[in-house]
C-alpha cells in the first residue's frame, strides 16, 4: 500500500518533468538534477514543509488545539478572552473564484466561535472589526466576510476596505480603537509573526503587551507524523512556498518599518 501511494504521489507534472530532463540530459551534468529533485520531493512531504513552517508557528503551538477547544468546552476556554472590548480579523484574501480564501474562513470562523462564547458565558457581545480590502474593489474581502459573519450572529460589525496589507491593517485599525479597549486580533499561525512586528510598531509596546490578545488559528504545521508522510503531495509544496513568502514578507517589513521609523 505505502509502495502504491508513493508511486501515485511521483506521479505528477513536476516529478515526470524531471524524470525527462533527468533521462535526456548528459550523465556527468545529471547530479545536478538529482540533487534538485531531492530537494523538491522533500519539501513536498510533510516533513519537509514542517521544516520550512516551523520558524514561523513555533511560538504559537501551544496554541495548537484552542480552535477545537472553543468548540468543545467553550466555557473554561472563553475565559481568557472575557475582559475583550474588540475582536479585530484580519483578512485573508479570496481566491481566483472570488471566495474567501481557506485563510480568511478560518480566522472568520474563530472569531465566530469566540464571539458566540462571549454572548453565551458573559453576555458580553465585543464589536467586530474586520481588516482588509481587495485589489479589485468589487470583491472586497472584509465585506465578505461581514455577510458570513450576518449569517451566524447579529453583531456590531465594522469593516476596512481600503487596506490591502498588514501594514494598512494595523495602520487604519490604530485610528478606530482607543487606548482603554482590550483587543483580541485573530490571524493564521504562519502570519501572527509578522502582524506582531507590525503592532509593536505601529502602537506603543505597553498597549500591545497589556490590551492585545493574539489568537492564532489555521496551522500548517503537522504535528503528528508517520511512514505515509513521506509520500510527496504538492499541498505540502504549497505550504513550503508559503512559508518561503512569509519569511520574505516579514524581512521586507523588518527593514520598512525601521526606515519608516526613522524618518
Do not use: W
Amino acid at each position: 500500500m505505502f509502495i502504491k501511494k508513493l508511486l501515485s504521489g511521483l506521479i505528477n507534472v513536476v516529478f515526470i518533468i524531471f524524470f525527462i530532463i533527468f533521462f535526456i540530459t548528459p550523465k556527468e551534468k545529471r547530479k545536478f538534477i538529482i540533487f534538485l529533485f531531492i530537494i523538491v520531493y522533500f519539501f513536498s512531504t510533510p516533513i519537509g514543509s514542517n521544516v520550512a513552517i516551523y520558524p514561523l508557528e513555533k511560538d504559537y503551538l501551544n496554541q495548537y488545539f484552542l480552535y477545537y477547544s472553543l468548540i468543545t468546552n467553550p466555557e473554561k476556554t472563553i475565559t481568557m478572552y472575557k475582559d475583550v472590548d474588540k475582536i479585530i480579523v484580519l483578512a485573508g484574501g479570496i481566491n481566483d473564484n472570488k471566495e474567501l480564501s481557506k485563510d480568511s474562513m478560518s480566522r472568520i470562523i474563530t472569531a465566530i466561535i469566540i464571539y458566540k462564547s462571549l454572548k453565551e458565558t458573559y453576555n458580553k457581545t465585543p464589536e467586530i472589526i474586520i481588516l482588509g480590502g481587495d485589489i479589485n474593489k468589487d470583491n472586497q474581502t472584509a465585506k465578505q466576510m461581514k455577510l458570513l459573519i450576518e449569517k451566524f450572529e447579529k453583531a456590531k460589525i465594522r469593516e476596512d476596505i481600503d487596506s490591502l496589507d498588514t501594514y494598512q491593517n494595523v495602520l487604519n485599525l490604530k485610528k478606530i480603537i482607543n487606548e482603554k479597549d482590550k483587543i483580541l486580533v485573530v490571524t493564521s499561525a504562519f502570519h501572527m509573526k509578522r502582524a506582531k512586528i507590525t503592532f509593536y510598531n505601529i502602537f506603543n509596546e505597553k498597549f500591545v503587551k497589556y490590551n492585545v490578545i493574539f489568537v492564532p488559528c489555521s496551522f500548517r504545521y503537522k504535528l503528528y507524523l508517520n511512514v505515509y508522510d513521506l509520500i510527496p503531495s504538492f499541498t505540502y509544496f504549497s505550504i513550503t512556498n508559503l512559508a518561503i513568502r512569509e519569511m520574505i514578507g516579514i524581512l521586507y517589513y523588518r527593514i520598512y518599518l525601521k526606515i519608516n521609523k526613522n524618518k
